[in-house]
C-alpha cells in the first residue's frame, strides 16, 4: 500500500507559479510511475502529468504542455509538478497518484493521496 501526500497548494495571481510536492511512503518508489491530475468544481478529474519510475519519459494534457512540468526525485520519494503562468481555469483540487511500472502516458493510477487545493485569481 503506497501512501501519498501532496503539499505546495495555495492561492495566487494569474501568470504566478506554485511548486506541487508529492511525498510517497513506500521505500520502493522507484517502481512507480506517478502522475498528477485535477478536478475542478463541477467536472470531473482530468489527467494533467505523468511520469515514468525513472523520469526517462513525461507526458502532459495539452492544456498545460509548456506552463506545467514534472519530476521526481527518487532519493527523496517525492514527486513535483512545477506550474508557471497559471489561468483561473487552473484552479481545481490536485492529486498525486501512483501506478506500478506504468507508462508516462497511462490514465489508470492505484494509490491516490487526498490532493491540494490550487486556487488561481484573475
Known amino acids: 500500500q503506497v501512501q501519498l501526500v501532496e503539499s505546495g497548494g495555495g492561492w495566487v495571481q494569474a501568470g504566478g507559479s506554485l511548486r506541487l510536492s508529492c511525498a510517497a511512503s513506500e521505500r520502493t518508489f522507484t517502481r512507480y510511475a506517478m502522475g498528477w491530475f485535477r478536478q475542478a468544481p463541477g467536472k470531473e478529474r482530468e489527467f494533467v502529468a505523468g511520469i515514468t519510475w525513472n523520469g526517462g519519459m513525461t507526458d502532459y494534457a495539452d492544456s498545460v504542455k509548456g506552463r506545467f512540468t514534472i519530476s521526481r526525485e527518487n532519493a527523496k520519494n517525492t514527486a513535483y509538478l512545477q506550474m508557471n503562468s497559471l489561468k483561473p481555469e487552473d484552479t481545481a483540487v490536485y492529486f498525486c497518484?501512483?501506478?506500478?511500472?506504468?507508462?508516462?502516458?497511462?490514465?489508470?493510477?492505484?494509490?491516490w493521496g487526498q490532493g491540494t487545493q490550487v486556487t488561481v485569481s484573475s
Open positions: 497518484a501512483a501506478a506500478e511500472f506504468a507508462p508516462a502516458n497511462s490514465r489508470h493510477y492505484d494509490y
